[in-house]
């Protein structure tokens, strides 16, 4: 059976053969910590770094590239954008924020900022 294997909250889940899932719906069916928020390709909350398995993956579209750009390249993935059909591994920040949050944009999201952390 392939198994997804979120690496920073130390859990997998499996799904069956022939399957294809989303890496998103399948962390928050079983509870895992992932960070999201719109789970539609905009906020850049849920950007997972592809361990192993990325070509289980299915490509990133347009609107997923276009939110991730350069990190694409660097091997992250929009979780609520990807499908896998086979093993796959994935590491977040677990403090991360969206990606508009990041430039001072958005709203507040970000705890330990203001010189606590
Ligand atoms: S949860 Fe917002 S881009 Fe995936």
Redesign the pocket.
Known sequence: MPRIYFKTADQYVEFAEGEEVNV?RMAIREDIDV?????????????LMVEEGAENLDPPRRR?RA?LGELVDEGYR????TYTRGDATFSWDPDQV?LDDEDGAGGGARTGWAGTG
Request: charged share 20%; glycine share 14%; net charge neutral.
């Open positions: 998103l960070p999201w928020q719109c789970a539609s390709g905009n906020c850049g909350t849920d950007r997923e939110r929009l979780a609520c954008q969206g």
